[in-house]
């Protein structure tokens, strides 16, 4: 006979024991909502063929128990040690008066463990016979401590760092505090174990490494923090007019220069310069608010209210769905100032239950790995409701090139968020202000309201209010309500000598391998820009420049890396006409530009010559007329560039009179303002150069560099120098010079 008891709760007739079916009338089966059944004296019931499943658990004979008790120091009792048969389903933990009893156990031979938070472990070997118990009384010892030394120096005064912070990472964790001199020290660490250690102080770069402490004393010695190397910053690249150099420039380190502020304004999402990757690119809600980051304006939010923007008109922002998310809002990289904060106001359900998350993230390697600063699911269950300002410390990061991120990521089965969240008014820097909170509230029940929320409308009904409690954050972390007027710290000044820059040349996607890049700066320059004029020798590709900044003693800052600029090869034309004096086209003439380019002119004397965008010389020449060269000729890319030409006949008209010695003639005019004309002859074929020099013999513009035929060559000089720079007035010099002839001549340019 089984029998349940009456319940206090309705249940379906249709509602059974763990049951079974056999033969009709197998059983009487018999219920009721008001009548108390004696299974002694059933009622009549009804039969059934279903009656109850009986299950025996069964204990086999000749088993064993293992019992004992475990003390400490002193012999006093040891509570919570947990006792473990090694290799069985066999295990317990001691009580109060240290003692254990583990019950049904096969014979055989076994090893006993007994482990205790600073507890030396054991290990005990029994034999256990059938019916027998056996008693195990064990003595635990406390882990011996011993003590860990050392001394923090800075590298640019050699002398110690007071209030520097080291951390032992292990089977305890430790923190302790240098003092005047740099020295720490700490006697209770636990002997015989591995400890992570990371050593930080304001103003210096982290170290971090491993230290076994044996069981002695260990001295960690002398650690050498290096000081901040501050970056440069604001690194620019940028195309020269000539589409042949690459012009960098930069601006010096600063390390209370940068600010970031961002209140999602713009039209166009993400903001300049900011970034975005997007896992749920589904549609936007009834709100226009879509499953990954946007912007938009004022809200209304069912137990919310209107959901406004706390700076301008637009916030931004990402509503919850039922697919996958893990939507990243990435800012700009940017050299982190010291003793800076990241602060912003935002719409959260915070402490969300369900294993989604709302991270803040700071990456120092372009976004390759990231550290979470701060999780929004971690806080205190409420609503922030745009109630109060989340801020996160970004002090370690100090003179590192670091980006931030803000980070939604749902659970691991990939169900969605739960919660819509929203941002604004976004800062980071180090501006000294003072930030004040509000009392907290008493908390309502809100996992109630977060399950409601998943299975109704997905949001919270009601706005709580709570305070930020997390890694790094500047905030309230319990009931107690927080101190007013919290401020941060100051600035620290650099002891360092700035020396000057090094910049190098790189493939985008390489910014961690620096083995890959390519110096362009042999020795420290001390200018804010540098010219990179390998342009039109690199191969089609994406490329950034990286500068860094040289301190004494070789200590070089963290690179910064300029924005990207695409190399690919983007033609235009030069056309034009070759025409005699009296307009008439010349056909059959020849336009060449450097770089082995050329056409021929049609019957009209017109022409077009297809050329890499860029910078040429080009030249026009024809039987029985002296040759016309113009310098400079841009050509930018998938444009038309209009050049004419006017040829002169040689001097016996339309006859071609063979030159009969290589000559360099004068300039016309001369003086001259901008341009002048230089004409010169080629007796014999062969390496012909045209330089214009200053009255300190120094070279200031090639002409012409290549090979000749025989002709009478003119070229028109425009005053500037072979970097485009225009010339001031003066005296120069142009020198001709080929195989057997060489000659130099003055001429006069009046600005």
Avoid at 46 to 58: E, K, L
Avoid at 124 to 150: A, H
Avoid at 466 to 482: D, E, I, R
Wanted: proline share 6%; with cysteine.
């Amino acid at each position: 006979m089984v029998n349940r008891p009456m319940d206090t709760d309705w249940y379906s007739s249709s509602d059974k024991f763990r049951t079974q079916s056999g033969a009709d009338n197998r059983a009487r089966n018999f219920y009721s909502d008001s009548t108390e059944c004696d299974p002694t004296a059933p009622v009549e019931g009804s039969t059934t063929a279903i009656y109850p499943m009986t299950t025996f658990v069964v204990i086999p004979g000749g088993v064993g128990d293992i019992s004992g008790t475990v003390t400490g120091d002193n012999d006093e009792p040891l509570a919570d040690v947990t006792v473990t048969v090694n290799g069985r389903p066999y295990s317990t933990t001691t009580d109060d008066n240290g003692e254990f009893f583990i019950a049904n156990v096969l014979p055989g031979d076994y090893v006993v463990s007994f482990s205790k938070y600073t507890y030396i472990s054991q290990t005990v070997n029994i034999t256990l016979e059938e019916d027998e118990t056996e008693i195990m009384n064990i003595s635990m010892e406390l882990m011996p401590q011993v003590s860990v030394t050392g001394t923090i120096l800075a590298s640019d005064t050699g002398l110690g760092i007071a209030g520097a912070n080291i951390h032992l990472i292990g089977y305890a964790d430790y923190s302790m505090s240098s003092v005047a001199d740099g020295s720490f020290s700490n006697s209770e660490v636990f002997a015989n174990q591995s400890y992570e250690y990371i050593i930080s102080a304001s103003g210096y770069t982290s170290t971090s490494g491993t230290i076994t402490v044996g069981n002695t004393d260990y001295d960690m010695g002398t650690i050498t923090l290096t000081e901040i190397a501050y970056a440069p910053n604001s690194v620019e690249a940028e195309l020269n007019d000539s589409y042949n150099a690459v012009n960098i420039s930069w601006n010096a380190p600063d390390p209370n220069a940068m600010e970031i502020t961002e209140s999602f304004e713009a039209t166009a999402f993400p903001p300049q310069d900011w970034t975005q990757s997007i896992t749920n690119d589904g549609p936007a809600n009834t709100l226009g608010i879509y499953p990954t980051w946007c912007n938009f304006g004022t809200i209304t939010i069912a137990g919310s209210g209107d959901v406004s923007p706390t700076e301008g008109i637009k916030q931004a922002g990402l509503w919850w769905d039922y697919s996958h998310q893990d939507e990243w809002l990435i800012t700009p990289s940017f050299n982190c100032p010291p003793d800076a904060h990241l602060s912003f106001d935002t719409y959260l359900h915070m402490g969300s239950p369900n294993n989604d998350h709302y991270y803040v993230k700071v990456s120092t390697n372009e976004g390759s790995s990231w550290n979470i600063l701060w999780d929004g699911a971690a806080q205190p269950e409420a609503l922030n409701n745009y109630d109060y300002l989340i801020t996160v410390g970004l002090e370690e990061y100090g003179g590192m090139q670091v980006q931030l991120a803000f980070h939604a990521d749902d659970p691991p089965s990939n169900e969605g968020l739960w919660f819509p969240w929203f941002i604004d008014n976004v800062y980071i820097g180090n501006f000294v202000d003072r930030i004040e909170f509000e009392p907290t509230p008493a908390l309502t029940d809100i996992r109630d309201i977060a399950q409601k929320a998943k299975s109704d409308q997905h949001t919270p009904d009601q706005p709580a209010r709570t305070y930020l409690s997390g890694q790094n954050a500047l905030s309230h972390t319990g009931s107690k309500a927080p101190d007013k007027n919290i401020i941060l710290p100051a600035s620290r000044s650099s002891h360092r000598s700035l020396e000057g820059y090094q910049v190098w040349r790189l493939i985008s996607g390489q910014e961690q391998n620096e083995n890959n890049w390519v110096s362009l700066t042999d020795e420290i320059i001390s200018n804010l820009n540098f010219t990179d004029e390998s342009w039109n020798t690199l191969a089609n590709g994406t490329y950034r420049w990286a500068v860094k900044a040289i301190y004494t003693a070789d200590v070089s800052s963290v690179p910064a890396f300029s924005n990207p600029l695409v190399k690919e090869v983007v033609s235009g034309n030069i056309v034009g006409f070759v025409r005699k004096e009296n307009g008439q086209g010349i056909p059959n003439a020849t336009v060449t530009a450097s770089g082995g380019f050329s056409a021929n002119t049609n019957s009209a004397g017109a022409y077009s010559l297809t050329v890499p965008a860029g910078v040429y010389t080009v030249t026009a020449s024809a039987a029985s007329y002296d040759s016309l060269s113009y310098e400079n000729i841009t050509v930018a890319p998938s444009q038309n560039t209009t050049l004419n030409f006017i040829l002169e006949p040689t001097s016996n008209g339309d006859e071609l009179i063979p030159v009969t010695v290589t000559a360099l003639n004068p300039n016309y005019p001369n003086p001259f303002n901008p341009e002048t004309t230089i004409s010169y002859d080629i007796k014999e074929a062969g390496e012909v150069r045209l330089d214009i020099y200053n009255l300190k013999g120094q070279l200031v513009r090639t002409l012409v560099d290549k090979a000749q035929v025989p002709g009478r060559y003119r070229i028109v000089f425009d005053s500037r120098d072979n970097k485009g720079n225009p010339l001031s007035s003066g005296i120069y010099l142009y020198r001709l010079q080929t195989k057997d002839y060489q000659s130099t001549r003055k001429m006069m340019l009046m600005q």
